[in-house]
T-cell receptor, first 115, second 111 residues
Framework: ETGVTQTPRHLVMGMTNKKSLKCEQH?????MYWYKQSAKKPLELMFV???????ENNSVPSRFSPECPNSSHLFLHLHTLQPEDSALYLC??????????????FGPGTRLTVL | QKEVEQDPGPLSVPEGAIVSLNCTYS??????FMWYRQYSRKGPELLMY????GNKEDGRFTAQVDKSSKYISLFIRDSQPSDSATYLC???????????FGTGTSLTVIP
């Protein structure tokens, strides 16, 4: 595997379910990010981890819970979601939070549908 | 007012055309400007990255930044069907700060 991988690629869940999204980066990076991409809206930054420490939480509801056990893996735990949470969830990584070239490498995303 | 405004399109052009994609922004503190390309069912990938004002060229792609007008552009010369994708602009104040993205412009290049 190369780059940034995400599983599952598609997820359908009910509002009472608990599920987790997984992201793994094979680039040796130290910063990882969760973004939400909804139709006709800009990418919304949700969480940032730098060297396994959460450095940013952009007022994300508590029904989204991130976990970063090491610099290569990032999880997003989901519980009691709402239909408006249906979106593409993108994971990204960069060399570090202060990378001079600014490049973030994105995974293919998980398409989440909440019924 | 949104931080970044981008016309969502869709934009449809014949193969070989010159394509112009644009974003405007409101925060004069932005210094780093990026263009990402996103193919269907894929994550965004960085195309061009510029710092402050000026032009940057990479093959058929040219990025322009006009900080006085708070306006950035991406030009694609000799467009190809493989350029069909959604193009996202992004910008940030400084390294380590949050990226602000546009909504993306959907481009289709017709053979």
């Amino acid at each position: 595997e190369t780059g940034v991988t995400q599983t599952p690629r598609h997820l359908v869940m009910g509002m009472t379910n608990k599920k987790s999204l997984k992201c793994e980066q094979h680039l040796g990076h130290n910063a990882m990010y969760w973004y939400k991409q909804s139709a006709k809206k800009p990418l919304e930054l949700m969480f940032v981890y730098n060297f396994k420490e959460q450095t940013e939480n952009n007022s994300v509801p508590s029904r989204f819970s991130p976990e970063c056990p090491n610099s290569s893996h990032l999880f997003l735990h989901l519980h009691t979601l709402q239909p408006e949470d249906s979106a593409l969830y993108l994971c990204a990584s960069s060399q570090s939070r202060t990378s001079i070239d600014g490049e973030q490498f994105f995974g293919p995303g998980t398409r989440l549908t909440v019924l | 007012q949104k931080e970044v405004e981008q016309d969502p399109g869709p934009l449809s052009v014949p193969e070989g055309a010159i394509v112009s994609l644009n974003c405007t922004y409101s925060n004069s503190a932005f210094q780093y400007f990026m263009w990402y390309r996103q193919y269907s069912r894929k994550g965004p990938e960085l195309l061009m990255y510029t710092y402050s004002s000026g032009n940057k060229e990479d093959g058929r792609f040219t990025a322009q930044v006009d900080k006085s007008s708070k306006y950035i552009s991406l030009f694609i010369r000799d467009s190809q069907p493989s350029d069909s994708a959604t193009y996202l602009c992004a910008m940030t104040r400084n390294t380590g700060n949050q990226f602000y993205f546009g909504t993306g412009t959907s481009l289709t290049v017709i053979p």
